[in-house]
């Protein structure tokens, strides 16, 4: 089967605009997570969404936003890029069985410049 | 922030050897899992250990884990060349669908 995808797969962008990222998670999984990973703060969670709703959030400012669409898929938003939001954005999907192991996408990286 | 730490940091053993990666944590957890990155590539879930287990075998993998101590070790048996990368553990803490992750271990396998 399918598995995450996340596009695009490579963006630059410039201080101040913004960006969007999307994740379409794998058929049947209804949870969508979105993390960061610089090489100083290392993996940081930053939201998760289940049915359209933002279940928990990480520590991130306001920039940093997202939203999930009835068919799962998700993206997340970053409005006036610093140049610390350089980075590798990674999506995951599960199923809701509690625990369970995520699948990742292979990542979308931004450079801002 | 991060949840804990892993040790080494690196590693780098020759093919056959055996590679034990550690790792800390610091709150209360529902779950451990340990994932692998190939450089700059996305994560790769190997195992999972509920908080109520103690070990767990997958193929050449061996998942130790120890609430007293909040502590979890990965053993990869055998090891090959294709076991470079980067290892991470995450926490699942209780109630949240949040993975905190470790700082990682670098494993090198010199063929």
């Known amino acids: 089967k399918a598995g995450v995808t996340q596009t695009p797969r490579y963006l630059i962008k410039t201080r101040g605009q913004q960006v969007t990222l999307s994740c379409s998670p794998i058929s049947g999984h209804r949870s969508v997570s979105w993390y960061q990973q610089t090489p100083g703060q290392g993996l940081q969670f930053l939201f998760e969404y289940f049915s359209e709703t933002q279940r928990n959030k990480g520590n991130f400012p306001g920039r940093f936003s997202g939203r999930q669409f009835s068919n799962s898929r998700s993206e997340m938003n970053v409005s006036t890029l610093e140049l610390g939001d350089s980075a590798l954005y990674l999506c995951?999907?599960?199923?809701?069985?509690?625990?369970?192991?995520?699948?990742f996408g292979s990542g979308t990286r931004l450079t801002v410049v | 922030s991060q949840q804990g730490e892993e040790d080494p940091q690196a590693l780098s053993i020759q093919e056959g050897e055996n590679a034990t990666m550690n790792c800390s944590y610091k709150?209360?957890?529902?779950?451990l899992q340990w994932y692998r990155q190939n450089s700059g590539r996305g994560l790769v879930h190997l195992i999972l250990i509920r908080s109520n287990e103690r070990e767990k075998h997958s193929g050449r993998l061996r998942v130790t884990l120890d609430t007293s101590k909040k502590s979890s070790s990965l053993l990869i048996t055998a090891s090959r060349a294709a076991d470079t990368a980067s290892y991470f553990c995450a926490t699942d803490a209780t109630g949240r669908r949040a993975l905190t992750f470790g700082s990682g271990t670098r494993l090198q396998v010199q063929p």
């Open positions: 995951a999907s599960s199923k809701d069985d509690l625990p369970g192991g995520y699948t």
């Open positions: 709150t209360s957890i529902n779950n």
